[in-house]
């Protein structure tokens, strides 16, 4: 689980949450109000369901739940595995491999490996991993653009919302008594909208982008490391070529 996702959430709510009770005359309440609520989640919702196919909008619950659980490999233990394929393909041949796809669970490192056992041409093997890497950037992205889309109309809606109450707050200026609750109201949606957005929908699609270029990095050490394997490199040399990817303090991979 990700720590930081999960404590950022918990800390940015319990700040809002304590800055509204210690304030003199305040209560959680004034705070509470359905109409807003709908206007500012249910338009956004609907904004992005005009920007987005019906089946992007269907995968927003799995993409929220990489936030807290991502599944992105470590670049140091992928490193590691491939050097350990590296030299038992320098030891037992290429064909000795296959033995290993059983503990391969990256079904990315799994494909190459395979390719590589069969024989396939280095270039092929290059094109189809990249074109791999393409696919899933492009699925990381629609998922990051669907957080962004979310993030830029909740504030626009809260907006709407705001005036749509001090339009009923207008018109219904014959009781003065009722214009402080009314302004009150009407300004809630645009703290809704704003809430909304810089502390969910931003932040996630923020740690969506961090997390696909994580995982990207990973696949192109993949990439280059299956192709070092298939062409019979040497295991140091292969470790000493992927492990310019890593900071300096990690470069010492576990035997």
Known sequence: MDIATAVGLLLGAALLLISVLIAPGSSLAAFVDVPSGLVVVGGAIAACGIAYPFGALLRTPSVTMKLFFPKAPELKATIAQLVSFAEVARRDGILALENKLDEVQDPFVKMGVQMAVDGTDGELIEAVMRGEIEAVAARHKVGKGL????????????????????????????DPEAIGPGMAVALITT?????????????????????????????EAVVRGILSIQEGDNPRVLEQKLSTMLPQADRTLAA
Request: charged share 20%; proline share 4%.
């Open 147 to 174: 957080m962004e889309t979310l993030g830029r109309y909740a504030p626009a809606f809260g907006m709407i919302g705001t005036l749509m109450g001090l339009i009923i707050m207008l018109g219904n200026m014959d």
């Open 191 to 219: 703290l809704y909208g704003a809430i909304m957005s810089n502390l969910f929908c931003l932040p996630f699609a923020d740690k969506l982008g961090y997390y696909s270029k994580r995982e990207m990095e990973v696949r």
